[in-house]
Nanobody
Framework: QVQLVESGGGLVQAGGSLRLSCAAS????????MGWFRQAPGKERESVAAITWSGGSTNYADSVKGRFTISRDNAKNTVILQMNSLEPEDTAVYYCAAGTNVAGYQYWGRGTQDTVTS
C-alpha cells in the first residue's frame, strides 16, 4: 500500500501562484508514476500533470502547459505541483495519485481545495 497526503492548497487571486505538495509513504519503492488530477464542481475529474518516479518524464494537460510544473524529490518521496498564472478556471479540488504500473493509478490522496478568485 501507498499512502498519499496533499498539502499547500488555498485561496489566491487570478495571476497568483500556489504550490502543492504530495508526500508518499508506505511501499514507495513500488511507485512507477505520480500525477495530479483536479475536479471542479459539476465537472469530471481530469488529469493535470504526471511524472515518472525514476526517469522524471513529465506530461501536462494542454490547459496548464507553460503555467504548471510538476517535479519530484525522490529522497523525500514528495511530488510538487507549482502552479503559476492561475486563472479562475483552475479552481478545483486537486488530488495526488500514484501508480505502480503503466495501467493507471491505484492510490489517491484525499484532495486539497484550490480557489482562484477573479
Amino acid at each position: 500500500q501507498v499512502q498519499l497526503v496533499e498539502s499547500g492548497g488555498g485561496l489566491v487571486q487570478a495571476g497568483g501562484s500556489l504550490r502543492l505538495s504530495c508526500a508518499a509513504s508506505g511501499r514507495t519503492f513500488s511507485i512507477y508514476v505520480m500525477g495530479w488530477f483536479r475536479q471542479a464542481p459539476g465537472k469530471e475529474r481530469e488529469s493535470v500533470a504526471a511524472i515518472t518516479w525514476s526517469g522524471g518524464s513529465t506530461n501536462y494537460a494542454d490547459s496548464v502547459k507553460g503555467r504548471f510544473t510538476i517535479s519530484r524529490d525522490n529522497a523525500k518521496n514528495t511530488v510538487i505541483l507549482q502552479m503559476n498564472s492561475l486563472e479562475p478556471e483552475d479552481t478545483a479540488v486537486y488530488y495526488c495519485a500514484a501508480g505502480t504500473n503503466v495501467a493507471g493509478y491505484q492510490y489517491w490522496g484525499r484532495g486539497t481545495q484550490d480557489t482562484v478568485t477573479s
